[in-house]
């Protein structure tokens, strides 16, 4: 049996056909020229998870204004999330409006890692995958089971991923609201001698390895 690799960042994100609650989909192929959010949650009818969703369903939206999507995923059949998903919208009224991936025979799953020993072996831990418009993954981050995640954080970190991309710079601790900073992105810092005795222009530095300039103002427009 050939060993699985698991997609580091920069690299394609595995092409895969699912099953969801909207219907056979082929990643990441379905999202080509968006960027998409790929998480799973350990099982349906659990209360986490239940409040992730929720949360995911309020900033939908939101999301979608920036060209992002959403897609869950657990190991659950199709008609476990389909029954949840009702049992949501019953008792919170608000309805899910992504899909959800019924991967029942673990394939995808342990293909991106989401197995995690220590934690469980027949379910998946919450982790995110961020893809960008071209299918590479960008961005992944784990949490253990018994705690939810922020959905405000994986907003900020694709609006920074989407900004350094289009400005070729970086962002700083919290950005947008960083405490030297604020939403000023860093600049590439000089790479000889000679560029870094150059005299900064409209560029703000602390010295001559970090400095530092301002950009944009609306970030929900990125």
Same mark, same amino acid.
């Given at each position: 049996?050939?060993?699985?690799?698991?997609?580091?960042?920069?690299?394609?994100?595995?092409?895969?056909? %699912?099953?969801?609650? =909207?219907?056979?989909?082929?990643?990441?192929?379905?999202?080509?020229?968006?960027?998409?959010?790929?998480?799973?949650?350990?099982?349906?009818?659990?209360? %986490?998870?239940?409040?992730?969703?929720?949360?995911?369903?309020?900033?939908?939206?939101?999301?979608?204004?920036?060209?992002?999507?959403?897609?869950?995923?657990?190991?659950?059949?199709?008609?476990?999330?389909?029954?949840?998903?009702?049992?949501?919208?019953?008792?919170?009224?608000?309805?899910?409006?992504?899909?959800?991936?019924?991967?029942?025979?673990?394939?995808?799953?342990? =293909?991106?890692?989401?197995?995690?020993?220590?934690?469980?072996?027949?379910?998946?831990?919450?982790?995110?995958?961020?893809?960008?418009?071209?299918?590479?993954?960008?961005?992944?981050?784990?949490?253990?089971?018994?705690?939810?995640?922020?959905?405000?954080?994986?907003?900020?970190?694709?609006?920074?991923?989407?900004?350094?991309?289009?400005? =070729?710079?970086?962002?700083?601790?919290?950005?947008?609201?960083?405490?030297?900073?604020?939403?000023?992105?860093?600049?590439?810092?000089?790479?000889?001698?000679?560029?870094?005795?150059?005299?900064?222009?409209?560029?703000?530095?602390?010295?001559?390895?970090?400095?530092?300039?301002?950009?944009?103002?609306?970030?929900?427009?990125?």
């Amino acid at each position: 049996m050939s060993a699985i690799h698991m997609p580091i960042l920069g690299e394609k994100f595995p092409r895969f056909e %699912v099953e969801t609650t =909207q219907g056979q989909m082929i990643l990441p192929d379905v999202y080509d020229g968006k960027w998409f959010v790929l998480f799973s949650h350990p099982a349906d009818f659990t209360p %986490v998870c239940t409040t992730e969703f929720i949360a995911f369903a309020h900033k939908y939206e939101t999301f979608k204004k920036l060209n992002i999507e959403l897609i869950g995923l657990s190991v659950d059949q199709v008609f476990s999330h389909i029954e949840w998903l009702q049992k949501i919208e019953k008792l919170f009224e608000i309805k899910i409006p992504f899909p959800v991936i019924a991967d029942t025979t673990e394939g995808l799953s342990k =293909q991106l890692g989401m197995i995690h020993v220590g934690q469980t072996l027949t379910n998946t831990v919450r982790a995110v995958f961020v893809v960008d418009p071209y299918g590479i993954l960008r961005l992944s981050f784990f949490y253990p089971q018994e705690i939810g995640r922020n959905m405000d954080e994986i907003l900020r970190a694709i609006k920074a991923m989407k900004v350094t991309d289009t400005y =070729q710079v970086a962002a700083p601790e919290n950005w947008p609201h960083n405490a030297l900073i604020g939403s000023d992105l860093i600049l590439p810092p000089p790479d000889t001698i000679a560029k870094a005795q150059e005299a900064p222009l409209e560029d703000e530095c602390f010295d001559w390895w970090f400095c530092y300039r301002s950009w944009i103002n609306n970030f929900d427009e990125i």
